[in-house]
T-cell receptor, first 119, second 114 residues
């Protein structure tokens, strides 16, 4: 089974520029997450989708970050304009709505991440 | 709110040494607990999990026991290998549905030297 795909793997931009990251989750996974991982810290949830609806975006800086999952499959995370403190790895993850036993397993499947450097 | 605390790293061990990485959590009710591992250059992957008190999760020689009384989920391995060098994240999920987010600790970096 193919894993979570993310692109680009690396991106370097100047502050105030814009950037977009793309994620394609594992086929059949209803839930999709975007996490921000700053160097030396644990992943912080930015936004969580259930199919194409937003479940939690309480920690998304909405003045500059946006995300969409229009058809309930792949997703795009955009930053505009970027700030120096946005330098981080942006992780996409997906999960089953319910596991094979009919219960939520709690397991997230992560992509390799997109590393953003803002100069 | 819900949170996860881990021992600070980096941790450096010699091959075949015993490993313990401490993890404690704050949450109401009965969260599910996880250990995720991130090998160099790779994404996070689930190492083991426990969904109720006194459950023991195990995988690849690693173990962790869900201790409700001490709100802990310490990761242990009896004999580490160089290939275990990675960053380890303790995490929790409050709900038994997919609608609750997974909260991660800050991670503990482990280096195993030959």
């Amino acid at each position: 089974e193919a894993g979570v795909a993310q692109s680009p793997r690396y991106k370097i931009i100047e502050k105030r520029q814009s950037v977009a990251f793309w994620c394609n989750p594992i086929s059949g996974h209803a839930t999709l997450y975007w996490y921000q991982q700053i160097l030396g810290q644990g992943p912080k949830l930015l936004i969580q989708f259930q199919n194409n609806g937003v479940v939690d975006d309480s920690q998304l800086p909405k003045d500059r970050f946006s995300a969409e999952r229009l058809k309930g499959v792949d997703s795009t995370l955009k930053i505009q304009p970027a700030k120096l403190e946005d330098s981080a790895v942006y992780l996409c993850a997906s999960s089953y709505a319910l596991g094979r036993e009919g219960r939520y397993t709690g397991e997230l499947f992560f992509g390799e991440g997109s590393r953003l450097t803002v100069l | 709110g819900n949170s996860v605390t881990q021992m600070e790293g980096p941790v450096t061990l010699s091959e075949e040494a015993f490993l313990t990485i401490n993890c404690t959590y704050t949450a109401t009710g009965y969260p599910s607990l996880f250990w995720y591992v991130q090998y160099p250059g790779e994404g996070l992957q689930l190492l083991l999990k426990a969904t109720k008190a006194d459950d023991k999760g195990s995988n690849k020689g690693f173990e962790a026991t869900y201790r409700k009384e001490t709100t802990s989920f310490h990761l242990e391995k009896g004999s580490v290998q160089v290939s275990d060098s990675a960053v380890y994240f303790c995490a929790l999920s409050k709900s038994k549905t997919s609608y609750d987010k997974v909260i991660f600790g800050p991670g503990t970096s482990l280096s195993v030297i030959p």
